[in-house]
């Protein structure tokens, strides 16, 4: 069998290499016209040096979601049993994540709590906040967006433990230029309630 020439293997390999980009990074196909991300609307103390004793830090943990809400694609409910999603919108990431570094970026600033991230825990937990993020999208029966925060409050080593739920809203047209701005109006004032909740 008669070796390929250089010129033919670099070519051959050109091509490997842009069908795993196609592949793996969306290829030829449209990006989305707006990635979307959470800010805190608390204002930003800028530099913070805190200490905190024994369980008295506070451990943000991502919340659990359903299954419409693993994806970086904004739900809309169009009826009870009817899904879909907002055109051209999409989250630079996943909304459990968003949302936990917004609850924690909101408390760090709001309050004097020591807020750690859960791969922080080994040090001292704390106070532990977990929950169910079960509503982050549009809602197109009302033309608002809906943000449903079931948390829970535990202390190390789960002595206490308290539950709350947290809903906001905010009117959208279901565009991408008013649905991604309205997720964050109302995600900051569930988050900004859940500081409040926590205290310190």
């Known amino acids: 069998m008669k070796p390929l020439s250089p010129k033919l293997v670099t070519f051959a390999l050109a091509l490997v290499l842009s069908g795993c980009a196609g592949g793996l990074l969306g ?13 805190s609307d608390a204002p930003d103390p800028g530099t913070i040096v805190r200490t905190a004793g024994a369980g008295q830090a506070i451990t943000i943990a991502v919340p659990v979601v359903p299954k419409e809400l693993r ?9 009870p049993t009817v899904m879909q999603y ?12 968003l949302f936990k570094t917004l609850v924690a970026e909101t ?11 859960p791969s922080e825990t080994s040090l001292d937990p704390g106070q532990v906040v977990t929950g169910q993020l079960q509503h982050f999208g549009y809602d197109a029966q ?3 967006v809906v943000v449903q925060y079931d948390a829970a409050l535990s202390t190390a080593g789960a002595n206490q433990v308290q539950t709350r739920r947290f809903t906001a809203t ?8 008013t649905v991604g701005p309205a997720l964050n109006r109302a995600a900051n004032q569930v988050a900004l309630e859940v500081a ?4 310190g």
Do not use: C, M
């Open 27 to 39: 290829g030829g196909g449209k990006p989305p016209a707006y990635l979307f991300t959470l800010t």
């Open 71 to 79: 994806t970086v694609r904004v739900p809309v409910q169009v009826s």
């Open 86 to 97: 907002v055109p051209n919108l999409q989250w630079v990431d996943t909304p459990d994540h």
């Open 107 to 117: 408390v760090r600033r709001t309050t004097s709590r020591v807020v750690l991230d």
């Open 142 to 144: 009302t033309g608002q």
């Open 170 to 177: 905010a009117p959208a047209d279901g565009s991408e230029t």
């Open 196 to 199: 409040k909740w926590i205290g």
